[in-house]
């Protein structure tokens, strides 16, 4: 048992000598324990004592259909033994040919290319630098700004932070970014008294409006994530908001990004967000959930019509440039490819409807405790809003970090549960029970009792 014991410890030693990890100061791990997974299971982390964990934020929302899941392992080792990359400029190979078809067929009518890359802010950064560059192409120089929603969140390379407005993130680097035009988010937290979801949408979209009659001639896109602002804390609105957003873009004659990365591939209930609002992007980014969680890659999806803006002779300067060296990796495409084929083959999104009502009566209870401000769902993602006082919804001081006691917490009860400051979120694999949702949320729910109480 010593020796058990000693694993964990003697793995997390090692990784504090030369590991720098991200979204985090690492002298917290003078007393948060560094966790050293060795195995995966379904929804299930294992560490090196044999503890295990039932992840219920898929692994920073990629995991899909269980961690090691057989299907896409086979697969996996199959497409390593046959091809693990080629250049992607001037080659090409049958995986990621095959998928971008595919991807083409599940997603919104009108998007029919696929570019490639390899992480979530590289496809935003693909998206905004394709966007400029369709307008500059069409003799618009003049368009070189975006417009973003408060709260939203894009990734952290620089483009990508740029359009993102979360401070945590944004603040230290803002002197590197562009600036970004932000629009009030339709956020239903964010509602007047009496005010409906969707009248919240309502009025948020008369301010895009006013935005767009100002600064439509100057701007390329509006980029937003559609129904659910993951990392700005699990905010959601009305679809009504992305019908109105659709048209006030057609009007003015900007692009609109749809950011997908997070809830694409069924978290919110379909299969995209932008299904829920009858809508098709002009540009549509994809990650996370894309491989099912086992490899890093992305893709943007854009019309034929972009895509033809720069389509023309070489001399004419006119082609989008950009690329990574992993662009269109055969494991990863391999990897989205079975995911693909394991929603075609299990009734996914109508076990996630079963699974999300289950999630929806557990959490119910939570509504009434007296520092819990909101609960909201929207499919697979529920999430509380933990608050000092609930009348006034005067929020806990950041650096009280309750939300940490319940990370702690969930560590102790066999659950990763990894709020996003005082938003209590749970977010699992698809492969969860009922009883896993029962535990995720009874570990949430002593979480927030402990988390809330004065020392
Ligand atoms: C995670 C996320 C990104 C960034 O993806 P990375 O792969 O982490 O760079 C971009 N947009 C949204 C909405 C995300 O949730």
Not at 168 to 182: C, E, F, N, S, V
Not at 222 to 236: D, H, Y
Not at 389 to 400: H, I, L, M
């Amino acid at each position: 048992m010593t020796d058990q014991l000693d694993a964990n410890a003697a793995l997390a030693q090692r990784d504090l000598r030369h590991i720098w990890h991200p979204c985090t100061q690492m002298h917290d791990h003078q007393h948060v324990p560094m966790v050293p997974i060795v195995r995966g299971e379904g929804p299930w982390l294992i560490d090196a004592q044999g503890r295990r964990y039932l992840d219920g934020i898929s692994s920073w929302w990629t995991n899909l259909f269980g961690h090691a899941n057989p299907r896409i392992a086979a697969a996996l080792a199959e497409q390593a033994r046959t091809l693990e990359h080629v250049i992607f400029a001037g080659f090409t190979h049958p995986v990621a040919i095959e998928l971008a078809e595919q991807l083409v067929q599940i997603t919104p009518p009108g998007l029919e290319k696929v570019f490639f890359a390899d992480n979530g802010s590289a496809a935003v950064e693909v998206a905004l630098k394709m966007s400029f560059h369709y307008w500059l192409n069409q003799g618009h120089g003049e368009k070189t700004r975006f417009i973003a929603l408060t709260g939203s969140y894009h990734g952290e390379t620089l483009g990508a932070l740029s359009v993102s407005d979360v401070a945590l993130y944004r603040k230290t680097y803002a002197p590197l970014l562009l600036t970004p035009i932000l629009a009030p988010s339709p956020d239903a937290y964010e509602a007047e008294p009496g005010e409906s979801p969707e009248q919240v949408a309502t009025r948020r979209l008369e301010a895009m409006r006013i935005l767009l009659e100002r600064h439509a001639h100057e701007t390329c896109a509006v980029i937003v994530e559609p129904l659910v602002q993951c990392a700005g804390g699990m905010r959601m609105h009305h679809p009504s908001y992305l019908t109105g957003l659709r048209a006030l873009c057609d009007h003015y004659g900007v692009h609109f990004i749809a950011d997908e990365i997070a809830v694409g591939f069924g978290r919110t209930g379909t299969l995209f967000a932008c299904e829920q609002a009858h809508v098709a992007p002009d540009f549509m980014c994809l990650s996370k959930g894309l491989t099912g969680g086992t490899l890093p890659l992305s893709a943007v999806l854009t019309t034929q019509h972009v895509y033809d803006a720069f389509y023309a002779e070489y001399n004419a300067g006119k082609a989008f440039l950009h690329s990574h060296s992993y662009t269109g990796n055969p494991l990863a495409c391999r990897a989205a490819l079975e995911t693909l084929a394991i929603f075609r083959d299990e009734p996914v999104l109508e076990r996630n409807r079963m699974l999300s009502a289950h999630l929806a009566k557990r959490l119910a209870s939570l509504r009434d405790h007296p520092n819990v401000a909101d609960v909201r769902q929207r499919g697979m993602i529920a999430a509380v809003e933990l608050v000092a006082d609930k009348a006034t919804r005067r929020d806990f001081p950041a650096e009280e970090r309750r939300g940490l006691r319940v990370y702690l917490h969930g560590l102790e009860h066999g659950a990763l549960l990894r709020p996003l400051g005082n938003v209590i979120y749970v977010m699992p694999p698809y492969v969860v029970g009922e009883s896993e949702i029962d535990h995720l949320v009874d570990v949430a729910v002593t979480g927030i009792a402990r988390a809330v109480k004065d020392d």
